[in-house]
Nanobody
Framework: QVQLIESGGGLVQAGGSLRLSCAAS????????MGWFRQAPGKERELVAG??????????YYADSVKGRFTISREHAEITVYLQMNSVGPEDTAVYYC???????????????????WGQGTQVTVSS
């Protein structure tokens, strides 16, 4: 059974930092895109950051709203994906989901429909 288990969410003050973790189990996701999505109340789910490791090269994607503040990384051996969130603001408040593609690809998938496996989500709340 494939599982993506997120952790690290919580309440943080504006300007602070959080690190989210996503532990994958049940299959090997090497070569597949893995990403962090978020969904705020009343808004669509959006890709915040994605990472792909294919053919020995790593590629990443960041939404414009988080560039320079968030960093996605991945531990290949343990298939764990992290999202380091710095300089957070109230606009970053959302449920954050870890997701993984079912097949390998050369670049990071950016649409939610490309992802098949999803975690249960972890709440991030930024107080002003």
């Amino acid at each position: 059974q494939v599982q993506l288990i997120e952790s690290g969410g919580g309440l943080v003050q504006a300007g602070g930092s959080l690190r989210l973790s996503c532990a994958a189990s049940g299959r090997n996701f090497r070569g597949n895109s893995m990403g962090w999505f978020r969904q705020a109340p009343g808004k669509e789910r959006e890709l915040v950051a994605g990472i792909n490791w294919y053919g020995g090269s790593t590629s990443t994607y960041y939404a414009d709203s988080v560039k320079g503040r968030f960093t996605i990384s991945r531990e290949h051996a343990e298939i764990t994906v992290y999202l380091q969130m710095n300089s957070v603001g109230p606009e970053d408040t959302a449920v954050y989901y870890c997701a993984a593609e079912p097949v390998p690809r050369r670049s990071v998938a950016v649409t939610p429909t490309s992802y098949y496996y999803w975690g249960q989500g972890t709440q991030v709340t930024v107080s002003s």
